[in-house]
């Protein structure tokens, strides 16, 4: 196991941090590696939760080689500081026993469509200063793809529970079980007293082959196998067709389930994959095979045919035997809102239009995360988060007072902020 001190004093507290620049949120690292080596942890956990509310799932699911530990200049002739791991340990440690508590600076009621990624940490950046937000979530529990599209094994449930609860403890109002669009709509929340709403409704539809037969009963979708893989019959092998992290996920998870086979299908080669290295080889280390270079052409009930495109490959159709089929290419939003709110404008490929504001094209409406983006990580979904944030505090205080200048809530370069902000939410 990870030594954190030993690892924490492996960094070199650069006056000009690479890490930090290469995180899009900005993450305060050598701020934090620094509270912790002097025993402050309890000022390291709100330092990083304050920054990043879902520090302690970023810590886990974060692409760290891209970013932080990708730039770290210990990584450039020896092993880089392993910063998530760090950061994970801080936000484990201190999470429950963050003294959360809403300063009451501001007034307002702030309406969250979609509970995922964006939607809570909007929430926690709001409530904290005083908004009221309810969160109007789809499914059960909220979460978004974090609950329902990241497997357990990467991420446990029970993390995204223990943010729910600090939610609720916090004030905030999280109605389950309801899609807004089809009863209740956006201007149904603007009439009923909401100053604005942020929609976060993530992309939950996902893309078909469209070829024969994949509307077939052993056919499925990605994004509804991994809410609830345990209730698939998947039989003894599997063919998962794609190569991005969502399909790394299900060849991953299938394994989990006691199949005996799993071989991922690509249309292009190896170093084409849209998924991250490191997702790739722990696919292959959990014993997934990849088949390079075969593009489906049809699916039966015996399994799938596919075109070798290959250098040495015949360029017929050729055939792989299979029980189930998990289908991974993409997904994109549902348009369950702009069915009712048609002001609401979407870019050729179903994305909610923003701007530089992050509001939509209809008045005190804002939105961000992957309905915006198309999917995207956990920490960007956050950075615009914050990004909405700030820029809703001062559309609703500027409709309450026309002379109000405006302000930052958070800032974007935490390096910058006073040092009373950063304890800002501790209570003495």
Not at 104 to 127: K, R, T
Not at 287 to 309: A, H, L, Q
Not at 372 to 391: D, E, F, P, R, Y
Not at 411 to 422: A, F, V, W
């Amino acid at each position: 196991m990870l030594n954190i001190l030993d690892e924490a004093k492996w960094c070199l507290q650069c006056k000009k941090p690479k890490c930090r620049e290469a995180c899009p949120i900005n993450n305060p690292i050598p701020e934090f590696i620094k509270l912790l080596i002097d025993g402050k942890i309890k000022e390291a956990g709100n330092l990083v939760f304050t920054n990043n509310p879902l520090t302690i799932v970023c810590s886990l699911v974060c692409p760290h080689s891209e970013y932080c530990q990708g730039h770290c200049i210990r990584g450039v002739r020896s092993t880089p500081v392993q910063i998530g791991q760090i950061e994970h340990y801080i936000a484990q440690y201190c999470l429950d026993n963050l003294d959360l508590f809403s300063t009451q600076e501001y007034s307002g009621n702030i309406g969250v469509i979609g509970g995922g990624a964006a939607g809570i940490a909007l929430a926690f950046y709001l409530q904290r200063v005083g908004y009221q937000v309810t969160i109007y979530e789809s499914q059960a529990k909220i979460g978004g793809i974090m609950r329902y599209g990241i497997p357990e094994f990467r991420l446990p449930k029970k993390i995204l529970d223990r943010l729910e609860a600090k939610l609720r403890e916090l004030g905030a109002i999280i109605q389950p079980h309801t899609t807004v669009g089809p009863t209740t709509t956006v201007d149904d929340m603007l009439r009923d007293g909401f100053d604005a709403v942020f929609m976060s409704t993530g992309v939950w539809k996902p893309v078909k082959l469209e070829i024969p037969g994949d509307s077939l009963g052993h056919v499925h979708y990605a994004i509804n196998f991994l809410k609830l893989p345990e209730v698939y019959d998947l039989g003894d092998k599997v063919v998962v067709i794609g190569a991005g992290n969502v399909a790394m996920d299900c060849a991953r998870t299938a394994i989990r389930q006691s199949v005996r086979e799993v071989v991922v299908l690509y249309r292009k080669g190896e170093s084409d994959m849209p998924c991250r290295r490191d997702e790739y080889e722990w696919a292959k280390m959990d014993g997934v095979i990849f088949s390079f270079y075969s593009t489906p052409t049809r699916i039966t009930k015996e399994g799938v045919y596919y075109i070798d495109n290959s250098e040495n490959g015949s360029g017929k159709e050729e055939f792989i035997e299979t029980d189930t089929v998990i289908v991974a290419i993409s997904q994109e939003s549902q348009k369950n809102i702009v069915a009712t709110s048609p002001e609401i404008e979407l870019d050729e490929k179903g994305r909610v239009i923003v701007d530089e504001h992050m509001m939509t094209t209809k008045e005190g409406v804002f939105a961000s995360g992957d309905v915006v983006t198309g999917a995207k990580t956990v920490n960007l979904a956050v950075s615009q988060a914050k990004h909405a944030a700030n820029t809703i505090h001062n559309y609703v205080q500027s409709k309450k007072n026309p002379q109000w200048e405006e302000e930052l809530l958070y800032s974007y370069d935490i390096m910058e902020t006073k040092e009373e902000d950063q304890i800002r939410f501790t209570r003495e």
